[in-house]
């Protein structure tokens, strides 16, 4: 450790970085490990920009380690690959979701959920097997354990699959998860952003009859005639609220801000489940007796395993679905961080790393 990070690794990379809490963005020369017998390096194309990626460029979680790339919807193509890959292959497409490593040996490793294994290695920020920082795919190579590489089927568009390596299985696990993958489930989505909009789409594939709930009445004709939803609901409308009580099976709440559960809970019917997958800075206040009158349920879920993150994928090339994307230049990214923040985006920057991302910068 101490090593400057162009000198950590052989091999030489380069990236865009924060250098601190201010989270912005600029170049950054640095240095991946040599390709090892079980990983697989490819050349980036495109990277997702998630909300979590602006949360740690400010250090909002207290955990951030700089300089700090992010990036955890990383897509490419295959360049290199160690001796006892079997998986893949060079000029296969590929990618990486949020995380890089995990123990590989405790009861969550071994049932196919890493994502709650208690030393997963994320995909940039953290501390790898080998003692230095992971960086993320702001940057022009990756590499990465074959275990940990999902693979892009052929159909998909590169760009616009990207952000289903974190938005994609973190409404796609808990829609299997909690059972409302089953034809002729109602199932409501809180919040119509990068998560929420790619929910609509998983939940309509599924069979589910799909409610969207949002704050913002604007977004009613875009939920419903482009993303296919069934209906549509004003949270703060109450009389619409009021005529949807006890009728949903399940909802999958995407948003991260702190907001009043009691009106969705009582949406649920009997047994129904609400799922927090949007994570709010401060504690959320949460009434019992609802739960307790309605047999319900408020749970969350992160991510997905390996082997479920595949099968979303796959499910996804199956149906077609992908995510509604603004394909943005890698010098733009400080913009989009801002816009991200405004939340004015539909729904989800993707950085076109192969065309812009320029060494000479």
Same mark, same amino acid.
């Given at each position: 450790m101490?090593q400057?990070?162009e000198?950590?690794?052989?091999k030489? +990379?380069?990236?865009?970085?924060?250098?601190?809490?201010?989270?912005v963005? %600029?170049?950054i020369h640095?240095?991946?490990?040599?390709?090892?017998?079980?990983?697989?390096?490819?050349?980036?194309?495109?990277?997702?920009?998630?909300?979590?990626d602006?949360?740690?460029?400010?250090?909002d979680w207290? %955990? %951030?380690?700089?300089?700090?790339i992010?990036?955890?919807?990383i897509?490419?193509?295959v360049?290199e690959?160690?001796?006892?890959?079997?998986?893949f292959?060079?000029?296969?497409?590929v990618?990486?979701?949020?995380?890089?490593?995990?123990?590989?040996?405790?009861?969550?490793?071994?049932?196919?959920?890493?994502?709650?294994?208690?030393k997963?290695?994320?995909?940039?920020?953290?501390?790898?097997?080998?003692g230095?920082i992971?960086y993320g795919?702001y940057?022009?190579?990756?590499?990465?354990e074959?275990?940990?590489?999902?693979?892009?089927?052929d159909?998909?568009?590169?760009d616009a699959?990207?952000? !289903?390596?974190?938005?994609?299985?973190?409404v796609?696990?808990?829609?299997?998860f909690?059972?409302?993958?089953?034809?002729?489930m109602h199932?409501?989505?809180?919040?119509?952003?990068g998560?929420?909009?790619?929910?609509?789409?998983?939940?309509?594939?599924?069979?589910a009859k799909?409610?969207?709930?949002?704050?913002?009445p604007n977004?009613k004709k875009?939920?419903?005639?482009r993303?296919?939803?069934? %209906?549509f609901?004003?949270?703060?409308?109450?009389?619409e609220?009021? +005529?949807?009580?006890?009728t949903?099976?399940?909802?999958?709440?995407?948003?991260?801000?702190?907001h009043?559960?009691?009106?969705?809970i009582?949406l !649920?019917?009997?047994?129904?489940?609400?799922v927090?997958?949007g994570?709010?800075?401060?504690?959320?206040?949460l009434?019992?007796?609802?739960?307790v009158?309605g047999?319900?349920?408020?749970?969350?879920?992160?991510?997905?395993?390996?082997?479920?993150?595949q099968?979303?994928?796959?499910?996804?090339?199956?149906?077609?679905?992908?995510?509604d994307i603004?394909?943005?230049?890698?010098?733009?990214v400080?913009? +989009?961080?801002?816009?991200?923040a405004? +939340?004015d985006?539909r729904?989800?920057?993707?950085?076109?790393i192969g065309?812009t991302?320029?060494?000479?910068s």
């Amino acid at each position: 450790m101490g090593q400057a990070p162009e000198q950590e690794h052989p091999k030489k +990379a380069f990236g865009w970085a924060a250098r601190d809490s201010s989270g912005v963005l %600029s170049p950054i020369h640095f240095s991946r490990r040599a390709t090892g017998e079980k990983d697989v390096a490819f050349k980036v194309m495109y990277c997702g920009i998630c909300h979590s990626d602006l949360h740690m460029l400010k250090n909002d979680w207290g %955990s %951030s380690i700089y300089p700090l790339i992010p990036g955890h919807e990383i897509v490419g193509v295959v360049t290199e690959v160690g001796s006892k890959v079997e998986k893949f292959k060079v000029g296969d497409k590929v990618g990486v979701g949020c995380m890089v490593g995990s123990c590989r040996s405790c009861d969550n490793c071994a049932s196919n959920l890493e994502s709650y294994c208690l030393k997963i290695i994320l995909t940039y920020g953290a501390t790898y097997y080998d003692g230095t920082i992971t960086y993320g795919g702001y940057s022009d190579t990756m590499v990465a354990e074959e275990h940990f590489v999902v693979r892009i089927p052929d159909s998909m568009p590169l760009d616009a699959s990207a952000p !289903l390596l974190c938005a994609g299985i973190t409404v796609y696990s808990p829609l299997k998860f909690f059972g409302l993958d089953k034809p002729g489930m109602h199932v409501g989505i809180v919040g119509l952003g990068g998560l929420g909009h790619v929910a609509v789409k998983f939940a309509k594939a599924m069979g589910a009859k799909v409610t969207v709930i949002s704050t913002s009445p604007n977004k009613k004709k875009e939920a419903m005639e482009r993303l296919g939803a069934d %209906s549509f609901l004003v949270s703060r409308n109450e009389d619409e609220m009021k +005529a949807a009580v006890s009728t949903m099976d399940g909802i999958i709440d995407t948003v991260s801000a702190v907001h009043p559960l009691m009106p969705l809970i009582e949406l !649920l019917k009997t047994d129904g489940k609400l799922v927090l997958v949007g994570v709010p800075d401060k504690p959320i206040e949460l009434s019992i007796f609802p739960l307790v009158k309605g047999r319900k349920a408020v749970g969350g879920s992160c991510i997905g395993g390996m082997k479920e993150t595949q099968d979303m994928i796959d499910f996804a090339a199956k149906h077609n679905i992908t995510a509604d994307i603004e394909v943005i230049p890698m010098d733009y990214v400080n913009t +989009a961080m801002e816009r991200l923040a405004k +939340a004015d985006v539909r729904y989800r920057f993707v950085i076109d790393i192969g065309k812009t991302l320029n060494s000479a910068s």
